[in-house]
């Protein structure tokens, strides 16, 4: 099963995986160079994978962190089964749905209508297409925000990173079961939101 | 083909999830109809934007530096368990060690000298609520202030009542703070923030950028942001301290009884003079005077409750210059609403009126709950320095809390603590030894005459001893009065 990776496909082969293992072995040492090394080669895929999570850069250093620290302290528990990269990425994921979490229970600004008719006239200089494409990315991110954590966890991983169930039960350590309902309920409720949404913000351009 | 296709099907048009024959009857229908062809064009702008984002990459971040950080936490956590192997110095090497101690803890107090971090003084338990030493702070350091965050129900601030008009005023080293029946939220930094619980206080001993150190009786919930290295943050609750540098974490220290809940990072805890003991995320320290301290592992719901609990009202913007000036650009909201009413501010439970919440500028929804249902609430601008009371959404107003009321709510709490059917329920546990450090949670609804509702809000005892609990609590009978409505922890 490979989970992330996209970049990693051409170090595949057993020289890559034994220079892996022996990476992990020279961290458990403490050896801060191979630390170095290993955050080096993952750092950028860690924070893009949290950041295409979350939707924005708030707090995505001390996530990044957050995550190489439960990886490398928790190195012992690595199974050498999978990739380090897959596991690095079910940390990130587990971090990041964590701050979603703490992002929900606390209480934030609300957007007021003029503040977005603000950025489209702001973005005059930018072609049509590329304004409503922003306000579309905007408003999924937003419509996902509505979405109970778990919920929104399991749409993504499912309808963006475009992942089987199976993988994903992996990922959030539950069942595939569970996570079939969950995505059930959590696409009929997002699909209908972003379409009402989508149908507001179209009404309004049109008027 | 039905007319009323589900968005979520046009999502399976756009992903290419269909079958040949499904697929050809939606365009077949979107040919025929407008607005059928004006979803599944909404379908396709959802599905290039969810591509989009697939492939998206994060903005550049200050590797390095996270880096160094990362390197620090790993370092430090190394260096732990060597601190707790070292080999124990016989009674003779004990007896000196802890005689210079003494001594240097007398040099401190007539006089430190300045130069190096010193560590920080033992309190005894007695001390807290009185006056104790405030900790000089080192040159270099600078100072911080914290602004209140949440005020909920009646507290004090050095023994005089907090009102709304005192808000404002930044919280710096040496102030102590107390609460009676309800919460008060503190901020001090982007992401660190504490929030004393009921029936509890905390002293600022030190309070400044190098080191943070509170004093603390009752309950505590501290969020901390990473500090950088140098930087220590202590709690002391009685004789024993909590050390941390980035968590999450719970402090009781209440009628003897000691308790320390991380949900995330991991604190150190320096019982007595014992060796340090680390309790890491999703455990639980517990300490009854007397017996040795035990750190278990908590049940994933006991965590996922507790990490709830644990988020503290912060603001996202945080500039210390701000609060130490005392204009930080944020205002106060509150309910119009009964006292006991649950709030909701922006779709989040803050807490139960009488509250104040501060939040960032802008237009809030404010929402209160009657009868277990969650009004439309009203929205309500506030801006920088205002404080604000939102339109109540509650039919009706609840009657005030009277002192019929506290008097009837004491008289039943007292019921419960002292019911011999209550303590009869854990004595199996007792015996065994397994009582120590347990816990249940109540919600109890109180009529004129009788019960009206009674809840096991949370525990760590066997569902089965709960029940008990529940049963004998139940049984408890209470001369006619007025409604009430409690939640009471139970320790065992």
Known sequence: MELVGRKNRSTSGPSYREREAELIARVQRGERDAEMELYRAHRRQVAANLYRVLG?????????????????????????????????????????????????????????????????????????RQVVREQDRELCYRVMEML????????YLHEIEGR???DIAEILGVNPVTVRTRLFYARREFYKLLDDEMQRMDAEAKA | VSRRVQPREWADYAADRLDAHRRAQLDELAAADGDAAAARERAMRARAVMSEISGSEAPELSWDSAFARIHWELSLARRQPEVQSRRRWPRWAAAGAGAAALAALALWVTGRPDGDPVATPQLA???????????????????????????????????????????????????????????????????????????SSVRLLRFDGGEVVLATSGTIDVEVSHRAPKQRFVVHAGANRVEVRGTRFRVEDRDGHLAVSCTRGEVATFVGNREPMAVAAGRRLSLTSGA?????????????????SLDVITLDSWDQDWAGSGAHPSGLVAAEAASGTLIAVDGVEVGVAPLWVRVAPGRHHVATETNGTWG???????????????????????????????????????D?????????????????????????????????????????????????????????????????????????????
């Open chain 2, 292 to 308: 040795s301290p035990a750190v278990v592992e908590m049940s994933r719901e006991e965590q996922d409750e507790l990490d709830e």
């Open chain 2, 125 to 199: 338990h007695s001390q807290l609520d009185h006056g104790s030493q405030v900790i000089p702070m080192q040159l270099e350091a600078e100072p911080l202030t914290g602004l209140v965050t949440l005020l909920e129900g009646a507290a004090t601030r050095d023994g005089q009542p907090i009102g709304p008009d005192q808000l404002d005023r930044g919280i710096t080293v040496g102030t102590t703070l107390a609460t009676t029946d309800g919460r008060i939220a503190v901020q001090f930094g982007p992401g660190s923030a504490f929030e004393l619980g009921p029936q």
């Open chain 1, 148 to 155: 109970a954590p778990k919920k929104r966890l399991v749409l």
């Open chain 2, 416 to 492: 419960i603590e002292a019911s011999p059917a209550v303590r009869g329920c854990v004595r199996g546990l007792e015996k065994r030894g397994l009582a120590e450090g347990a816990y249940l949670e109540l919600e109890v609804g109180l009529g004129k005459s009788s019960m009206h509702f009674l809840n096991v809000l949370r525990t760590d005892l066997p569902p089965a001893v709960a029940s008990c609990v529940r049963r004998a609590v139940g049984r408890i009978e209470l001369p006619p009065g007025p409604a009430v409505e409690l939640r009471h922890r139970l320790q065992f």
């Open chain 1, 56 to 128: 924005h850069a708030d707090e995505l250093e001390d996530l990044v962190q957050e995550v190489f620290i439960i990886a490398f302290k928790g190195l012992d528990k690595f199974r050498r089964d999978s990739r380090l990269s897959t596991w690095l990425y079910r940390i990130a994921v587990n971090v990041a749905l964590g701050n979603i979490r703490k992002r929900s229970r606390r209480p934030r600004t609300v957007l007021t209508p003029e503040a977005g008719e603000r950025r489209v006239a702001d973005s005059n200089h930018s072609p049509y």
């Open chain 1, 164 to 166: 089987e169930l199976k």
């Open chain 2, 376 to 414: 439309p609430g009203s929205w309500t601008v506030v801006g920088p320095s205002q404080r604000v009371v939102a339109k109540s959404d509650a039919p009706a107003a609840k009657p005030r809390r009277n002192r019929a009321r506290s008097r009837r709510r004491a008289r039943l709490i007292r």
